[in-house]
């Protein structure tokens, strides 16, 4: 017998798992308004060119898609629109020759600005709105699983803390 076949079979199989896997949950689409224009964007650009970074959106953005599609029923759609980020912390003005730093401190504390439309298999509008997210407190809570060293810590718990109220609740 040839292991051909057998290859064949057992990758089929694992296709129509993971597809079933992701039919069983809704889809995310995430999606930027203007990121030029964003608080950390124009901050960044003021203050600390050298350390401007942009992957951090296409990070967040497959954070939240992630988190979200999890927490979805089987049929539903969610389109999230950010209209702003303000990451946690600040750089603050240096002098001299010395590297900028982003300084967190309880003042400046993570803020995302975002539009969503929830959809059922149908299409209708389940739930819309907008939402200010920010954690006033996020100095004083425990990371939890997220690691120290992820630079995204403080933005993927404010985003964990609005879908863990579930779809109907958003």
Known sequence: MSKRPL??????????????????????????????????????????PSRADPGYLETLKRYIEKQAAARLEPGQTLDIVVTDVDRAGSFLPMTGPAEPIRVVKSVYPPRIALHFRLLDSQGQVIREGDRKLTDVGFLYDSAGRFADTDTLRYEKRVILRWLAKGPANL
């Open 7 to 48: 290859r064949f079979t057992v990758g089929l199989a694992l296709a129509l798992a993971f597809s079933a896997a992701a039919a069983a949950t809704g889809t995310v689409s995430v999606r930027y308004d203007h990121p030029e224009n964003f608080t950390e964007t124009k901050e960044v650009r003021a203050f600390a």
